[in-house]
């Protein structure tokens, strides 16, 4: 289903901008109930505090309820906490030629790791790229102490069968981001810290 009076090509997931910063994810759940069935709302925040940001990506179960939600906010745009929102389809990050960008030396998981990360690309940039593949849990850009980007994130999904079709999909198409193709790898989960009985901390 399509919309004429937007740019952006329908899709099951929504972009929100212009928010309330303390509307949270269930209050937005709470406004878009009526629309349909909502499998992920993720609330965007400041990289640099952690705090709330004005922004929210909303993926619907199908594509309809999502187009529900746009056609009725361009015939009457939605106020919420007295700002008028943006809302729109998430845009999908264009693919990029050249060969594979990954690396696939590691065992599946759920959090994919990416390389050769522009540093003009947003939290949300990622989301968006990632988020035709499942839903997205946590986006984390990777930033030294002073904020200064570092050129890496790391993004976990809800499901490893998102992480893996994400991965797959960039072996033929790799996924550029900022106009910059990422390299994307399987992040190895954290192994276990060492357990040590009372007897072994004596000193």
């Known amino acids: 289903m399509s919309d004429e009076s937007s740019t952006t090509p329908p899709r099951k997931v929504l972009y929100l901008g212009n928010l309330p910063f303390n509307m949270g994810e269930d209050d937005i759940r709470h406004e878009l109930q009526d629309f349909g069935v909502m499998t992920n709302v993720h609330k965007g925040t400041d990289p640099a505090t952690g705090r709330p940001s004005g922004w929210a990506m909303v993926e619907f179960e199908t594509e309809d309820a999502a187009a529900s939600v746009v056609r009725d906010h361009l015939a009457q745009p939605f106020v919420f906490g007295g700002r008028t929102a943006n809302i729109d389809y ?8 050249g060969g594979p960008r990954t690396r696939g030396d590691k065992a599946p998981t759920s959090t ?3 390389g050769g990360l522009s540093f003009q690309a947003s939290e949300q940039d990622v989301y968006e790229a990632f988020s035709e593949f499942g839903s997205v849990k946590r986006v984390s850009i ?41 390299v994307l790898d399987y992040q190895a989960p954290r192994p276990p810290r060492a357990q040590t009985s009372n007897r072994e901390r004596e000193w």
């Open 90 to 97: 998430a845009k999908k990050q264009s693919v990029s030629p």
């Open 112 to 114: 994919l790791f990416m």
């Open 142 to 182: 990777g930033r030294s102490q002073d904020g200064t980007p570092r050129g890496f994130a790391h993004v976990e999904f809800f499901e490893l069968d998102s992480a893996t079709a994400a991965f797959d999909a960039a072996i033929d198409n790799p996924i550029a981001i900022q106009g910059r193709p990422v």
